[in-house]
C-alpha cells in the first residue's frame, strides 16, 4: 500500500507561487498515475490537477489552467504542484492521491483514488 506524505505548503502573498511535493513510502508511485486536489473550509474536497503514471498525460481543473503545473519524477518517487500567480480563493488544504488502472480524461472525482495523503495547508493573502 502506497504511503503519501505532502509537503512545501505555507502562506504566500498573492500573485506569489508555491511548490508542493508528494512523496511517497511503500510502493513505487510509477505504477500510479497521480492527483492532486484541494479543499477550502466548508467545501468538497476539489480536483485540481492529474498526470499518468508516465507523465505524458496530464488534465487540469479550469480555475488553475495556466497557472499550475502538475509533473512527476518517477525516479524520485514524488509528485509535484507547481503553483504561479496564486489567489487567495487558491486557500485550502492540498491532497495528493494515487490510484491504478486506465488513464482517465476526467480525474475529478476523488472517489476513483484509491492512496491519499493527509494534506498540506496553503494560505494565499490579499
Known amino acids: 500500500q502506497a504511503q503519501l506524505v505532502e509537503s512545501g505548503g505555507g502562506l504566500v502573498q498573492a500573485g506569489g507561487s508555491l511548490r508542493l511535493s508528494c512523496a511517497a513510502s511503500?510502493?513505487?508511485?510509477?505504477?500510479?498515475?497521480m492527483g492532486w486536489f484541494r479543499q477550502a473550509p466548508g467545501k468538497e474536497r476539489a480536483f485540481v490537477a492529474a498526470i499518468s503514471w508516465s507523465g505524458r498525460r496530464t488534465n487540469y481543473a479550469d480555475s488553475v489552467k495556466g497557472r499550475f503545473t502538475i509533473s512527476r519524477d518517477n525516479a524520485k518517487n514524488t509528485v509535484y504542484l507547481q503553483m504561479n500567480s496564486l489567489k487567495p480563493e487558491d486557500t485550502a488544504v492540498y491532497y495528493c492521491a494515487a490510484r491504478g488502472g486506465a488513464w482517465y480524461d476526467d480525474h475529478s472525482s476523488p472517489e476513483i483514488f484509491n492512496y491519499w495523503g493527509q494534506g498540506t495547508q496553503v494560505t494565499v493573502s490579499s
Open positions: 511503500g510502493r513505487t508511485l510509477s505504477s500510479y498515475h
